[in-house]
Structures are given as C-alpha cells and as structure tokens.
C-alpha cells in the first residue's frame, strides 16, 4: 500500500471540496484532492448556471424578517462580482425580466429589486428597471399576450462544471495532487482517536494510504457518509432536494434576456434562461433520497413543461434536448429532526470531536466563503494560522484580472486566423474561449488543422478539444467529455449519443479502458 503525506486531504471534488483545495494552495499548504468519480460529477455541473443572491431568498427574507436569508443574498452577490470579475470567460452578466400584474406589481417588485441592487454594493452589475409591454414582447417574442410590462434586473450566468475543473486544476497546477475515480473506503486514526488520514481504493482494488494532518469532508449531499465513517453515533445533518431542468430545442430568449417567475402555484421561483442558443427551464424543488437525486421523474417534467406552455402558449411541437437532475445539499438545523422544515441554503463548517472538518450546505456562488470558513476550521486543528494568500490566478485567466477582459479581445483576432474559416467560426471562437479563456490560443497551436474543424451544428466542439479533456482534464469517461468539459449533453443528448463513438475512439486510443455509454441521470 502506497503512503502519502499532506497537511490537507480533502475529500469531495465538487464545488465546494476544489474551491477548498485551491484556497489552500494560495496558502502554502500541501494538499491531497480525492474524487471518488469525476470533478463536479454530482450536483456541481447540474445547477441552474446562475450565479446570484437570489431573489426568492431576498423575498423570504424581508416576508419572515429572517436575517440568515437576507445574510445569504448579500454574501451571494458579493460573490457573484468575485467570478465575474476573475473568471470574465466563465461568467458573465445576465438580464432577467420579471413579469409583473399592474402597477402594484410593478412598484412591489420594483422596490425589491432596487434592495437586491443595493445589497450588492460596489459588486453591483447594473440597476434594475421597468420594461414596458412592447419591449418585454420585444425581447421574448413568444410570450403571452396578456403580459403587461416588468421589471428587469441582472445576475450572473457561468458554466458550473469548468469552473469546478478549473479551480481544481489550478490547484494541482501549484502543487496539489488531485485524483479522480479514488473513492475513500476508510478513515484512519492515531492512538488518542484523532483522524489522521485515509484509505482510498481504486476499481481494481489497489488501495493507498493518504495520511493528513487535517481531512476535510467536501461531499456535498453525502455527507453524513463521512461523518458516520469518522463517527458511527454522530447526528445526520444532510437533506435532499432534487432540482429538474429541461433544455429546450426551442430559442424563447432571443435577445439574451432571461424570464423570472417568481410565483408559481406551490410558492417556487422558475427560470426560463438562454443556453448554448437553446432555452433552459428550471427548476423544481422534490425531497428524494440521495439515490434518486439525479433522476428527474415525469411528473417533475411534465410540471416545467405545463409551466412553459401556460406563458409561451403559441408554441407548437415543444423539442425537449436534455434533461437533467441534481440533489441541492440542504443543511438541518443540528437540533432538529429529519423532516424539519426550517432548512436554508446557508453552509455550516462542523469540527467533530475525531478532528473531521465537514462543509455542509451552502450554494455554488458561495463556494468560496465555504472554503475560508473551512480554512478557519482547519488552522484550528493545525494549532496555527496560515499566511496570507498569493495571488494564483484561475487556469485561462491573466495574473491581473482586470487585463483578462482586454486580453480576451486581443485574442479573437489571432482565433480568427488559426481556426477554420467556416460559417461556425464566430461561434467557435465564442465557445473555445468561454471554455478556456486565455489558454485557448495555445490549444488551438497545438492541433493539427483537422482537429480544428467543428465536429457539430449544436456546439462547434472539435476533435483537438474531445483529446484535450482526456489528456488533459482528467476525463475518463464519455459522460465526463460530453456533459461536463464540454456541454454538448446538457444541450442535445441525441447530438451528444452521434459523437460517442468518436470520444470512446480518443478513450481507447489514450489508454483508458473499454467503450462506455452517455449516461446524464446518475
């Protein structure tokens, strides 16, 4: 059995556990990432893409005078002017209309965007406005007719699973060692009950020994797994609530301008939101176990379906391109029981008494202040503070990141000359830097003028790009090619299901295993 020596073991690769990992590093320390299947496999690249305060919470908050909710809004803004700011290629600024019922309405809703605004402070992205009935038909053109006006504001809108593959790839880059497909089979501790490691086992049975000073548990809605591994008798804390979203074939938000409805009929917020030129409609809100969490029912399609066709009622022939479900990780409250309805999105670091760090809770856009709160938690049980962090710029993003923009800019002129000249190449130069940011340059010189040519009408990914995943971004699977470094699956799983042969070719050919299958509900 192999040894490994860290001050750090995180365990979980999702948002929260390579947000963790990446902190860490800017911080000096030696860190160990364990993915038990692929980077942001789970819940991290089935989120709704937004990165936002939220404005249901923001409602919540001021309807209950509940000061947790209105906490998590203002610290979710903030950060949503954190990734747009250093990671301009992954994020970027998105309008919302919200339909409004006569002046009433307006006003209402216009007052509390005018708060979520402000709560943003320097953050702040633009003001929120009315939108009159002409414009707002304007701007989604399929829309019922009995829509009077609105109010628009604005949040973010990224790509979850390569920002997750970024951050834990910039980690490694500076030294952290980071490894998919290691599930942990086993916690360590010394003779006073001290964690002080793990066991990891690979699918062939090969078993490594990962000695830490500290562990930390950043699994998302599992959790108590680990929790119960370090200590059997210790309280559950984890809630699922699985969220269902649809991409349709159809383009409801020509000029880029999302919808918001903030009320259906059970008291849910829905979005119909622009995606890779298709429309994408989200999301439901269904207690499940952590088994079903990424299994959408019909029920819970059919209820974004009716919801489409109640507001875009002259659509004919609704083309539904992918499907998708993921499990929100919702934190009980440590004193209540399991069916408590007093669960927000907030994040809790728990310390147990055998040393185990969880990160429980939380939302994407908050990653980063999860992973501070943990960095707390774990100089604690290192009996020392850490340095200060240095600045490591994210993988595609320039060491000052208010040059990445202009960098960005400069960079198409030089895209437009390597990149075949098709009708896709706009197109191609949009996705290839939205993906890679300032390294897509340096990608595009390295492949051969055949691995440059768009390989589909959907998404122009090509050959060079499928390769890079695999050699690259740890991708070993069809599924971690087509849904998560590039989104081809989450966009048109029949598009997708045509270039499987193609990815298991680059699978095999890089010397990763037999031919596997596209599987999106796992």
Known sequence: MNDNCFDLLVIGGGASGACVAYQAVCRGLKVALLEGHDLGGGTSSRSTKLLHGGVRYLELAFKTADTAQLRLVREALLERGHWLKHAPFLAHRLELA?????????????????????????????????????????????????????????????????????????????????????????????????????????????RERWQARVVVNATGIHADVLRRMAEPDCQERMLTSRGVHLVLKQRLCPQGIGLLLPSTDDGRVLFMLPFFGRTLVGTTDTPCSQQQAAMPSDQEQSYLLDYVKRWFPGLNNIEIGSCWAGGRPLLKPADADMNSSRVVREHEVETLQSGLVSVMGGKWTTCRPMALDTLTAVEKQLGQSLPPPEELPLIGADANPLQTPNRLIAQRTILQDLLPKSPQQAEQIDHLESSHGLHAEALVNSWSEAEREPLSSVMPICRGELQHAVETEKARSVTDVLARRTRLAMVDRDEAQRLTPVVNQILEQCGHGNSTPLELNH
């Not at 949040?155 to 951050?167: E, K, P, S, V």
């Not at 980690?171 to 010394?190: F, M, S």
């Open 98 to 206: 919200l339909p409004t019922d006569g002046l009433i309405g307006q006003i209402y809703y216009r007052l509390g965007l005018g708060i979520y605004d402000a709560l943003s402070g320097r953050s702040g992205i633009g003001s929120s406005r009315l939108m009159s009935r002409a414009r707002m038909h304007e701007a989604l053109p399929d829309l019922r007719s009995d829509v009077s006006g609105g109010v628009v504001y604005s949040d973010g809108q990224f790509d979850d699973a390569r920002l997750n593959l970024l951050m834990a790839l910039s980690a490694e880059r500076h030294g952290a060692v980071v490894r998919t497909r290691t599930p942990v089979v086993e916690l360590e501790k010394d003779s006073h009950g001290k964690l002080c490691g793990a066991i990891s086992e690979s699918a062939d049975g090969h």
